[in-house]
C-alpha cells in the first residue's frame, strides 16, 4: 500500500482565499485524523472521523474550518477564508479500528505545509 | 480523558551515547502507549507500541521502551544513538477502545558527531 497520501504537499495562499487539503487513507482503514502542527503549540488534534462520520470536531479552531469525508477513500480540509494564523502544517492520518479489538496505531501522512500570507 | 507530558523540550547527545527519553500520562484504565519519530519535513513513523504483555517492547531502528504502571511511564530507549536518530520524537496515549489518540508536545533530539 502507498500509505496515506496527501495534497498539495506545500501551499501558498493569500489571505482570504479559500484552502482545501486533501487525503487518501490507507486501503481498509475506517478511522480518520486531521491534526494541525505548528511550534507554538505542538500536534493538534482537529478532527477525527470513523466510517465517514465525523466523531468529533472540537478541536476545530473556527468555522472558518470545515472537513468532509465523502467516502471511505477521500477526505478534504477546508479553511475560508483563510488567515496568516493558519499557517502550520497539516497532517491526515488514519488507522483501522475493529469492534471489540485493542487499538491500533495510526499511520500519519507526509503533511501539506500551508503558508498563509 | 487521557493527557501525556514529555518533561524534555531538547535533548543533546553525543553520538555512541545512550539515550532516555521520558513520558509520563495519565489515564484511567489501561491505556495503550505509542512512540513515533518525526524527521524534519517529514510525517510521523511509529517506533514502537506497547499494548499488553511484556511491560519492555522492542521497536524499529534499536529503539525499545519500557512501561511502568507505578509510574505511569513509557521512556524510550537506545542504547547507542547515531547521528539519523536526530528527530522530534512523540509519545501518544489511546484510549481503550477509544477512537482518539492524545500526543505529547515532543522532544527534539539533537546527536553530536
Known amino acids: 500500500d502507498a500509505g496515506v497520501i496527501q495534497s498539495p504537499r506545500h501551499e501558498v495562499t493569500e489571505m482570504g482565499q479559500e484552502v482545501t487539503l486533501r487525503c487518501k487513507p490507507i486501503?481498509?482503514?475506517?478511522?480518520l485524523f486531521w491534526y494541525r502542527q505548528t511550534m507554538m503549540r505542538g500536534l493538534e488534534l482537529l478532527i477525527y472521523?470513523?466510517?465517514?462520520?465525523?466523531?468529533?470536531d472540537s478541536g476545530m479552531p473556527e468555522d472558518r474550518f470545515s472537513a468532509k469525508m465523502p467516502n471511505a477513500s477521500f477526505s478534504t480540509l477546508k479553511i475560508q477564508p483563510s488567515e496568516p494564523r493558519d499557517s502550520a502544517v497539516y497532517f491526515c492520518?488514519?488507522?483501522?479500528?475493529?469492534?471489540?479489538?485493542?487499538?491500533?496505531?495510526?499511520?500519519f501522512g507526509q503533511g501539506t505545509r500551508l503558508t498563509v500570507v | 480523558a487521557q493527557s501525556v507530558t514529555q518533561p524534555d523540550i531538547h535533548i543533546t547527545v553525543s553520538e555512541g551515547a545512550s539515550l532516555e527519553l521520558r513520558c509520563n500520562y495519565s489515564y484511567g484504565a489501561t491505556p495503550y502507549l505509542f512512540w513515533y519519530v518525526q524527521s524534519p519535513g517529514q510525517g510521523l513513523q511509529l517506533l514502537l507500541k506497547?499494548?499488553?504483555?511484556?511491560?519492555l517492547v522492542q521497536g524499529i531502528k534499536g529503539f525499545e521502551a519500557e512501561f511502568k504502571r507505578s509510574q505511569s511511564s513509557f521512556n524510550l530507549r537506545k542504547p547507542s544513538v547515531h547521528w539519523s536518530d536526530a528527530a522530534e520524537y512523540f509519545c501518544a496515549v489511546g484510549a481503550n477502545y477509544g477512537q482518539n489518540f492524545v500526543f505529547g508536545p515532543g522532544t527534539r533530539l539533537s546527536v553530536l558527531p
Open positions: 472521523f470513523n466510517n465517514n462520520v465525523p466523531i468529533d
Open positions: 486501503s481498509g482503514h475506517n478511522s
Open positions: 506497547y499494548f499488553s504483555g511484556d511491560t
Open positions: 492520518a488514519s488507522r483501522r479500528r475493529d469492534r471489540g479489538q485493542m487499538n491500533t496505531e495510526a499511520f
